[in-house]
Nanobody, 123 residues
Framework: QAQLVESGGGLVQAGGSLRLSCAAS????????MGWFRQAPGKEREFVAR????????AYADSVQGRFTISRDNAGNTVYLQMNSLQSEDTAVYYC????????????????WGPGTQVTVSS
């Protein structure tokens, strides 16, 4: 059974950095598109970034472009989200998810989800 577990969240000051990790078991990350989403209180879950199973097909939300970087370690079955220049608007629960669709950006295109990790940015 596929399982995703996020880690690396926490409290950080505005302008700081965090690196989130997503450890996968029961699936091979190299065969899936892996994505990061986030959900702030009272808001819908939104796309943050994804890396497709084909090399080179990464995508980012406009709000994080240039500040966040998604990467994957297929040997370790782990996906990362490096977050720099964090802003208070980035405060949310961050979720890792997997999809069989190469260019997936919508939540309903993703099959498996982790429980999420809280990121809080203080201004």
């Amino acid at each position: 059974q596929a399982q995703l577990v996020e880690s690396g969240g926490g409290l950080v000051q505005a302008g700081g950095s965090l690196r989130l990790s997503c450890a996968a078991s029961g699936l091979t990350t190299s065969s899936y598109t892996m994505g990061w989403f986030r959900q702030a209180p009272g808001k819908e879950r939104e796309f943050v970034a994804r890396t497709s199973w084909s090399e080179g097909f990464t995508a980012y939300a406009d709000s994080v472009q240039g500040r966040f970087t998604i990467s994957r370690d297929n040997a370790g079955n782990t996906v990362y989200l490096q977050m720099n220049s964090l802003q208070s608007e980035d405060t949310a629960v961050y979720y890792c998810a997997s999809s069989p669709i190469r260019l997936a950006v919508r939540p309903h295109d993703y099959e498996h989800w982790g429980p999420g990790t809280q990121v809080t940015v203080s201004s």
